[in-house]
């Protein structure tokens, strides 16, 4: 009896997505922790957490390993994972930032030191453990959007601290701090701007659809086939007729306006927004049930009225959806513009590229994620309130 | 209205033939594109070769992506892999958030510049759709169909052969269509770190200010996408009416 029962009970208190877990932190810990180069092109040498770190600190980190590999493995409360999770994560990258100092030879400032593979894969387990116990703990919309401000505020915290100075990334920063911002600004523009824009078209526009029947078929058949076009190609393509803008229409070189740059990755983006905007105002519309609108309309509400006040607060959810894909998306293709001119922190990437420098690609695509990341959890929580108000409305 | 639409396609698969068999016969309709009498049609490498290596890339990557993402779906979608469900959705949405120019430079120095880094980016991308719709498309079949084929005496497999899989398969489809087109796209930015696709084509006539190339490269690309996703809309149609008689 008891030879049977014992693999149920095991099973019972091993979770079995915290065995996969531990598994990927136990590759983490194999593979080189840090990477030291004699510069900043050459390929790196790698070091295991023992050969990185001053021995107090590898001991540390190995201690806290063994911690996390026993609350992922082990049915514990999920609040005892997210910690596990998050203080491993915390101490992994403050652990880096020391082994930069550890390796580096005094007063050589060619030598690069890099997080290794070992600690991306560390970092990639803790953050996999956390984020799965963000989930089970089904955490209403705005207690994410909580976490998440807590959890940037940590980030700028270690990079405002100082405690990665020495490591290549912020090496890298260093020596074009005034050009990141400025590519940075120049990427929120592009990618916000274009999506406010698209909104500022396709909402009337969806709208437009919703109403004329005879519309709709052709309008998102267009939109279809604008989708189509890569995005180099678009934006190179509108080069020529933006050239042509500028060149030939008073006042348009005065805003900004011209062949290579910003103007034609700023149109593109624009374009390629419009699909998801447009098709989710109609679907959205679509799925706004005939009795409600009846019923305000028999409460003797006008037309704008009932536009306004009933059918687009409840289309809001499915609206949003779009503009969140689309924003999400936009964030990404921004980068694809600095191949133009556009400039986006794509500008380093492609630098990096082109150097084999990958610090310079990190410092454009680091910034990218975290970017399209943030937005993405603000926006799914918005959806998620929204739709969340619209049914409790529904209810009283 | 069908036999219109339907003439379109066929006279865009049969332009697309012609142009990528002799493209110096569209030479003419190019050349007010150029300038300083640059080449009007790429010369680099044949328009022919750049295709099919770029279907090809597309194929490889969507095949994968589709058979590990209907896997997974799958998998949690059965009692056992149950646990695994909604951190695999959390996951696969995360993965969408990264730029993939990111993912494939930051590939390049694990795999090399080429086909490689353009192949692993594609394949993550291509994973959400059909991961997404898989899930749909499973947990979409009734309990009262499942609840029938397991009262005729099914084995889970074939319930998962005969009844899940095959009323779930328009769903799927969808997915891996959106997955297949998406991938288009993207194969085409594998360029920047030197795949052999349409891209070439374009990024060439960026760097020399000659959008005759980038025009072309582009509505290549544009036609490929237009007639791939009619063909999987064309199939799921059937499967569709299938499933309805």
Same mark, same amino acid.
């Given at each position: 009896?008891?030879?049977?029962?014992?693999?149920?009970?095991?099973?019972?208190?091993?979770?079995?997505?915290?065995?996969?877990?531990?598994?990927?932190?136990?590759?983490?810990?194999?593979?080189?922790?840090?990477?030291?180069?004699?510069?900043?092109?050459?390929?790196?040498?790698?070091?295991?957490?023992?050969?990185?770190?001053?021995?107090?600190?590898?001991?540390?980190?190995?201690?806290?390993?063994?911690?996390?590999?026993?609350?992922?493995?082990?049915?514990?409360?999920?609040?005892?994972?997210?910690?596990?999770?998050?203080?491993?994560?915390?101490?992994?990258?403050?652990?880096?930032?020391?082994?930069?100092?550890?390796?580096?030879?005094? /007063? &050589?400032?060619?030598?690069?030191?890099?997080?290794?593979?070992? *600690?991306?894969?560390?970092?990639?387990?803790?953050?996999?453990?956390?984020?799965?116990?963000?989930?089970?703990?089904?955490?209403?919309?705005?207690?994410?959007?909580?976490?998440?401000?807590?959890?940037?505020?940590?980030?700028?915290?270690?990079?405002?601290?100082?405690?990665?100075?020495?490591?290549?990334?912020?090496?890298?920063?260093?020596?074009?701090?005034?050009?990141?911002?400025?590519?940075?600004?120049?990427?929120?523009?592009?990618?916000?701007?274009?999506?406010?824009?698209?909104?500022?078209?396709?909402?009337?526009?969806?709208?437009?659809?919703?109403?004329?029947?005879?519309?709709?078929?052709?309008?998102?058949?267009?939109?279809?086939?604008?989708?189509?076009?890569?995005?180099?190609?678009?934006?190179?393509?509108?080069?020529?007729?933006?050239?042509?803008?500028?060149?030939?229409?008073?006042?348009?070189?005065?805003?900004?306006?011209?062949?290579?740059?910003?103007?034609?990755?700023?149109?593109?983006?624009?374009?390629?927004?419009?699909?998801?905007?447009?098709? &989710?105002?109609?679907?959205?519309?679509?799925?706004?049930?005939?009795?409600?609108?009846?019923?305000?309309?028999?409460?003797?509400?006008?037309?704008?009225?009932?536009? *306004?006040?009933?059918?687009?607060?409840?289309?809001?959810?499915?609206?949003?959806?779009?503009?969140?894909?689309?924003?999400?998306?936009?964030?990404?293709?921004?980068?694809?513009?600095?191949?133009?001119?556009? /400039?986006?922190?794509?500008?380093?990437?492609?630098?990096?590229?082109?150097?084999?420098?990958?610090?310079?690609?990190?410092?454009?695509?680091?910034?990218?994620?975290?970017?399209?990341?943030?937005?993405?959890?603000?926006?799914?929580?918005?959806?998620?309130?929204?739709?969340?108000?619209?049914?409790?409305?529904?209810?009283? | 209205?069908?036999?219109?639409?339907?003439?379109?396609?066929?006279?865009?698969?049969?332009?697309?033939?012609?142009?990528?068999?002799?493209?110096?016969?569209?030479?003419?309709?190019?050349?007010?594109?150029?300038?300083?009498?640059?080449? #009007?049609?790429?010369?680099?490498?044949?328009?022919? @070769?750049?295709?099919?290596?770029?279907?090809?890339?597309?194929? #490889?990557?969507?095949?994968?992506?589709?058979?590990?993402?209907?896997?997974?779906?799958?998998?949690?979608?059965?009692?056992?892999?149950?646990?695994?469900?909604?951190?695999?959705?959390?996951?696969?949405?995360?993965?969408?958030?990264?730029?993939?120019?990111?993912?494939?430079?930051?590939?390049?120095?694990?795999?090399?510049?080429?086909? #490689?880094?353009?192949?692993?980016?594609?394949?993550?991308?291509?994973?959400?759709?059909?991961?997404?719709?898989?899930?749909?498309?499973? @947990?979409?079949?009734?309990?009262?169909? @499942?609840?029938?084929?397991?009262?005729?005496?099914?084995?889970?497999?074939?319930?998962?052969?005969?009844?899940?899989?095959?009323? #779930?398969?328009?769903?799927?489809?969808?997915?891996?269509?959106?997955?297949?087109?998406?991938?288009?796209?993207?194969?085409?930015?594998?360029?920047?770190?030197?795949?052999?696709?349409?891209?070439?084509?374009?990024?060439?006539?960026?760097?020399?200010?000659?959008?005759?190339?980038?025009?072309?490269?582009?509505?290549?690309?544009?036609?490929?996408?237009?007639?791939?996703?009619?063909?999987?809309?064309?199939?799921?149609?059937?499967?569709?009416?299938?499933?309805? @008689?």
């Amino acid at each position: 009896m008891s030879v049977l029962a014992a693999p149920v009970a095991s099973s019972r208190r091993v979770d079995r997505l915290g065995v996969l877990i531990a598994l990927v932190a136990i590759l983490g810990a194999i593979l080189p922790f840090a990477l030291f180069r004699a510069n900043r092109i050459v390929p790196g040498e790698g070091g295991g957490i023992a050969a990185a770190l001053p021995p107090a600190e590898a001991a540390l980190l190995g201690l806290a390993l063994l911690c996390f590999l026993a609350a992922a493995v082990l049915r514990v409360p999920a609040a005892v994972k997210l910690a596990a999770g998050a203080a491993l994560l915390a101490l992994a990258c403050l652990l880096v930032g020391r082994s930069a100092g550890f390796l580096t030879p005094p /007063g &050589n400032s060619f030598a690069r030191v890099a997080p290794g593979s070992g *600690f991306w894969t560390l970092s990639f387990a803790a953050l996999l453990l956390a984020a799965d116990a963000l989930v089970r703990l089904r955490l209403p919309p705005l207690g994410r959007v909580a976490v998440l401000v807590l959890a940037l505020a940590l980030l700028g915290l270690l990079l405002w601290s100082g405690a990665w100075d020495g490591l290549s990334l912020l090496k890298e920063y260093g020596t074009r701090t005034e050009r990141f911002w400025a590519e940075g600004r120049r990427h929120v523009a592009l990618a916000f701007g274009s999506v406010a824009a698209a909104c500022l078209l396709g909402l009337p526009l969806g709208l437009l659809c919703h109403r004329v029947g005879r519309l709709r078929a052709g309008v998102l058949s267009v939109l279809n086939i604008l989708q189509t076009v890569p995005s180099i190609a678009l934006f190179g393509l509108l080069i020529g007729p933006l050239a042509w803008v500028a060149a030939n229409v008073p006042g348009a070189r005065a805003l900004g306006i011209s062949g290579i740059g910003a103007a034609p990755a700023f149109v593109a983006l624009v374009g390629y927004s419009l699909l998801p905007i447009v098709s &989710n105002t109609v679907v959205g519309l679509a799925g706004v049930s005939r009795s409600v609108v009846e019923a305000a309309r028999g409460m003797g509400m006008r037309r704008s009225q009932r536009l *306004f006040r009933v059918e687009l607060p409840l289309a809001a959810p499915v609206v949003l959806t779009g503009i969140r894909i689309v924003l999400v998306q936009n964030i990404g293709i921004a980068t694809v513009a600095a191949l133009i001119g556009g /400039g986006g922190f794509g500008v380093f990437v492609f630098q990096g590229v082109g150097q084999t420098a990958m610090d310079l690609v990190l410092l454009g695509a680091a910034p990218t994620v975290l970017l399209a990341f943030t937005a993405a959890v603000l926006l799914d929580a918005a959806v998620e309130a929204l739709s969340g108000s619209n049914r409790r409305k529904a209810e009283r | 209205m069908r036999l219109l639409g339907a003439a379109w396609r066929i006279a865009l698969l049969l332009g697309l033939g012609v142009f990528l068999a002799r493209p110096d016969l569209f030479a003419p309709i190019f050349a007010p594109l150029t300038r300083f009498d640059a080449p #009007a049609i790429y010369d680099g490498t044949s328009l022919l @070769s750049l295709t099919l290596n770029h279907l090809a890339l597309t194929f #490889a990557a969507t095949l994968a992506a589709s058979a590990l993402a209907l896997g997974l779906a799958v998998l949690v979608t059965r009692p056992a892999g149950a646990e695994f469900l909604p951190f695999s959705r959390a996951l696969a949405n995360a993965g969408q958030t990264f730029p993939p120019v990111a993912v494939l430079a930051l590939t390049v120095p694990l795999l090399g510049f080429g086909a #490689a880094p353009t192949f692993l980016a594609l394949f993550l991308y291509g994973l959400l759709p059909v991961f997404e719709n898989a899930l749909a498309g499973l @947990s979409g079949v009734s309990p009262g169909v @499942s609840e029938a084929a397991r009262g005729s005496g099914m084995t889970g497999l074939q319930r998962l052969r005969l009844v899940e899989l095959p009323l #779930a398969a328009p769903v799927i489809l969808a997915g891996i269509r959106l997955s297949a087109i998406v991938s288009l796209g993207t194969a085409t930015v594998g360029s920047t770190v030197a795949a052999k696709t349409l891209g070439e084509v374009v990024i060439a006539g960026l760097l020399s200010g000659n959008t005759a190339f980038v025009l072309q490269g582009g509505l290549i690309v544009a036609a490929l996408a237009i007639l791939i996703n009619d063909a999987f809309l064309w199939v799921e149609g059937r499967l569709r009416a299938r499933l309805a @008689s």
